[in-house]
């Protein structure tokens, strides 16, 4: 016989009017109430709309020992992790057991799959759908007749979208040892055991507050030597040296502003932080940034224009708002726009910091979270206010000359070798189209800058860089993915092809290639829809991606050998029934969805 019941959370129905109401004056006043009954029910873990995760205990067998088996069942796109190097926050999934007549050993975990983890790009080990965990009892029970034991679950849920709130799970249960003959076995392939449960109740808070704050000023000291961060120091310089020349309140005044730039960046993250827990019960994952293909192509482009402005394409006249007495207000406003600026151009370099702060600020209450994240701000604007507030230091600051120009043009390249480094993190389909509009937008930029003068007359110059600004958002609306919905293709693999039309599944096969400017055409405005995406996967479409780049590629020889096309672009589609239809050129959306809705959707 067992007993189980949610400690902190919601508490096991029962079908009796009198222990409901029990139920629901205890948790009114704060305490929870374990109804007694004869077998086990789920408690869930974890739900993200649609996706979702239950648990439940119960005594079992695992061979000649005797213990508990906490069984997990779920949606296939919400999983928990394996290995605490590779969980957000190191919150791995854990098990622990405790009872004050009965001695646990470690907790035996299932073989894990795998996930692939778009933000460290690379496959992470994560357990999802249905899986079991076994407790074994290492004391000796045969004088026991029933024993309470406490099993805690603890970890972080995530789905392919977003991760939710560290959880910590607390069910009691009681166990009938006159029954142990008849408790079921389980079969585990052991992946290896948990940690053992006395260690650590949260992984990512192993030190203490005065310790954590500490290490967050250090982190925010850390992100000044970033090479994100490098191409912006010339210019902060500059801004701190031309302070020196004016009076010592507008210097100190200037330079407050740009450390609270700094700040008002990690304040920005701190509310974000808040809205998210108290608004949607989800934590801000900064993993979730890097996943979003809209926040890292705005990244790509943001780098490159920084790197057209280290190379003198165009100019930002930062000094002259410096200098110029009249200039006060934009003086102000551009010192807090350039210390927001550099905490923004940290981040792609230093993921792993402000992630692993974010998370232990996560498993704190909200004002301890917000106090971690400012002091990260608080460390990387130390040193620009230590240099602002000594006077001395300053005059030893090396003048500006031609030195600090190499060195701003050579840190262009910097920028352009980060902005290929995030350009890796994009989806296939996004990498040509970001490509494309960086050569337009870097020939806006360069009308902008080149086209005019300071002499050029003003409604000249802004008729120009009117039309640039105007070419420049035609061009991303035109070229720059919009929808949401994306298209996961399939390597062309001829076996597998064949496979999938013997069982009567409907096939799309694109063939393209690289050197194809017609296959971009078509893949923007055809396979890139929203609609179209939703629209294959309604149908329950496999499809696959020929790339005819290479002359000896198997899908360049099966376009001639098996499809008698002699070119790209051209989209087959091989229909239940042996049905055969071919899109070839420059085909628009509705020649797709004409056929495909002409499909059966899929059985689900």
Known sequence: MIEICLLKGKVVRRRTLIITNLVVILIATGYTVCPVFGGTEPVEVARYEQEYSTARVEPARMGDNAGLAVVFEGSDDLHFYAKEESAPGGYKLRVETKSAGLDFGEAVFPKWGLFYDKAQQKDVEVYVGRFEVFVPIESDYSKVQQAEVEVKISGIACTSKVCLTPFEHRLETKIDFGEADSWR????????????????TKPAASYSAPVAFLLALVAGLVLNVMPCVWPVIPIIVMRIWNQAGESKSRSVGLGLAFCGGILLFFAAIA??????????????????????????????????????????VFSIGIPASVTSKAGAGSGYAGSVGMGFLAALLATPCSFAILAAAVAWAQ?????????????????????????????????????????????????????LLVAVKLLGALPGQWRISVLYYVVILSFCVWMWGGWVSYSTPRARKWLIRGIALL???????????????????????????????????????????????????????????????????????????????????????????????????????????GKTEKLRGLIGKDDLKEILNSLPDAKR
């Open 471 to 577: 070419f420049a958002v035609a061009a991303g609306v035109a070229i720059l993915p919009a929808q949401e919905k994306t298209i996961d293709w399939l390597d062309y693999d001829a076996g597998q092809i064949s496979d999938a039309v013997g069982e009567e599944r409907p096939v799309l096969i694109k063939f393209t290639a690289d050197w194809c400017s017609s296959c971009s055409i078509v893949e923007k405005f055809v396979y890139m829809r929203k609609d179209i995406g939703e629209l294959i996967e309604q149908k329950g479409v496999l499809v696959f991606k020929g790339d005819t780049t290479a002359a000896g590629a198997p899908a360049t020889v099966d376009l001639a050998d098996v499809y008698n096309e002699p070119g790209v672009p051209v989209s087959v589609l091989l229909l239940p029934g």
């Open 185 to 200: 076995q389980v079969k585990i392939t052991a992946a290896g055991a948990a940690k053992p449960a006395k260690q650590t």
């Open 363 to 415: 498993t704190q209450t909200l004002g301890v979270a917000t106090f971690t994240l400012m002091l990260i701000g608080a460390g990387m604007a130390a040193p620009y206010l230590i240099l602002i507030l000594t006077p001395g230091l300053l005059n030893r600051l090396p003048k500006p000359g031609g030195w600090m120009e190499h060195i701003k043009q050579g840190l262009g390249f910097l920028l």
């Open 271 to 312: 509310v974000l932080n808040i809205v998210l827990i108290l608004g949607f019960d989800t934590v801000f994952q900064w993993g979730d940034l890097l996943r979003n293909p809209v926040f890292v192509a705005v990244m790509v482009l943001l780098m490159v224009v920084l790197a057209l402005f280290m190379f003198g």
